[in-house]
């Protein structure tokens, strides 16, 4: 069981006595945290997928490589996208040439015309050509950036600022449209926890929580739950939290909620005013106008955070104890 105190109404009142410090004891309110298992999950995921129909050319990504937003991953290579834009750079030469050899021939048939020496049905016709010719080129320029488009969609980027968590192919690799090439777990800060459902009375949105990771020496991490999910998912409550100093865990690692499980009234004695011989834990307590040492029973062996003893038995609110020289 681990124990967190919060103070409520409660006194620590310090004086001199003799040379030593006294304080009297009073009752403190403090909450009782249970560890909970949770996993942690990526806030958001997202996958890069193939657009084309081709062969992986080049490969930049691995497992557990950091990408930024629009990073290029992969580049999938179409081989029939080359020839036919190869045949279309051809095809508009050629019709660029003729719409300026017609261009000539329209311009010196319009001089002659003026003079009464061109047919005027003639030269409509050699300017409709002109304009179908003008059309043409028009179309295979399109057709062309149609092609460069399609060959851009070789280019596979980042979706976000992500860690990679998986890669689906390998150089040399044949994929088809809407194949995943890797896979991504955002790093926005925010880490999504999930919790067995019977805690789920137990969170609160904008509560904090404390996480120990058991696989990392224990660190301890402080969290702010954003947001709780309407939605059980595979019998797990889950929900969003932003990690103080941030969380370098893996995904799916197992970390330890604190979640609180109540709230009572206990004593918290200084560490510094407890002292301990021959596996007995005493305090100086103050009898009539003296101070003896009295035995006392202690929650834990070990002080808290706050560097503060639980007194089980032994003291009563109201009691005047003395710090040991």
């Known amino acids: 069981m681990f124990r967190a105190a919060a103070v409520a109404g409660a006194s620590l009142l310090l004086a001199m006595s003799a040379g030593a410090e006294v304080m009297t004891v009073n009752e403190s309110v403090i909450v009782d945290y249970r560890p909970v298992v949770a996993r942690v999950e990526a806030a958001d995921t997202a996958t890069a997928r193939s657009r084309l129909q081709g062969v992986v050319s080049r490969l930049l990504v691995d497992e557990g490589s950091v990408v930024k937003t629009g990073d290029l991953i992969a580049v999938i290579t179409d081989a029939t996208i080359d020839p036919q834009m190869a045949s279309l750079e051809s095809r508009t030469a050629g019709l660029k040439a003729q719409a300026k050899q017609s261009a000539e021939d329209v311009a010196r048939a319009e001089g002659l015309a003026a003079q009464g020496f061109y047919p005027t049905a003639r030269l409509d016709t050699e300017r409709t050509a002109l304009d179908v010719l003008r059309r043409s080129i028009t179309s295979a320029e399109a057709e062309q950036r149609a092609l460069a488009a399609r060959r851009a969609e070789g280019r596979i980027l980042a979706p976000a600022d992500a860690k990679v968590t998986a890669v689906n192919v390998v150089t040399g690799s044949i994929v088809s449209p809407g194949d995943v090439i890797a896979s991504f777990a955002t790093l926005s800060g925010i880490v999504r926890l999930s919790l067995p459902e019977r ?14 990771m058991p696989s990392r020496d224990s660190i301890v991490r402080t969290a702010t739950i954003m947001k709780i999910y309407p939605e059980l998912r595979d019998g797990a409550v889950v929900a969003d939290a932003t990690v103080t100093g941030g969380l370098d865990a893996l995904v799916g690692e197992r970390v330890d909620v604190l979640a609180p499980v109540g709230e009572r009234r206990a004593m918290l004695v200084p560490a510094a005013y407890v002292s301990t ?33 639980e007194v089980l038995s032994g003291l009563k609110s109201g009691d005047q104890i003395e710090k040991p020289e």
């Open 277 to 309: 011989r021959y596996g007995v834990d005493f305090i100086r307590v103050k009898v009539g106008d003296t101070f003896v040492d009295a035995p006392v029973a202690l929650s834990v062996p070990l002080a808290n955070d706050a560097g503060q003893f």
């Open 199 to 212: 805690h789920a009375a137990q969170l609160k949105e904008g509560e904090t929580v404390t996480l120990k």
